[in-house]
């Protein structure tokens, strides 16, 4: 199964749960998962395909987290 269906699960069957903790912020499933669906969409408007590849260069924060499970659209 690929990662990014963990997040799909998860967000379905527990969207207000916390999924991530960072700096005193918490973020919820179902923001994570509207957060990665809205940057694969920002790729996919820039011209970015499904066998198209990219390269993250964050530190660790929400935003290589939210990068790192966009889904393949």
């Known amino acids: 199964m690929p990662i990014y269906h963990w997040l799909d699960q998860a967000a379905g069957q527990c969207p207000e749960k916390t999924s991530l903790i960072f700096h005193n912020s918490e973020l919820n499933f179902r923001l994570f998962q509207q957060l990665s669906l809205r940057f694969a969409y920002s790729l996919q408007d ?3 395909q499904k066998e198209d590849r990219i390269i993250l260069m964050l530190p660790n924060c ?8 966009v889904p393949f659209l």
């Open 46 to 48: 820039r011209g970015l």
């Open 62 to 69: 929400p935003q290589f987290a939210v990068a790192f499970l």
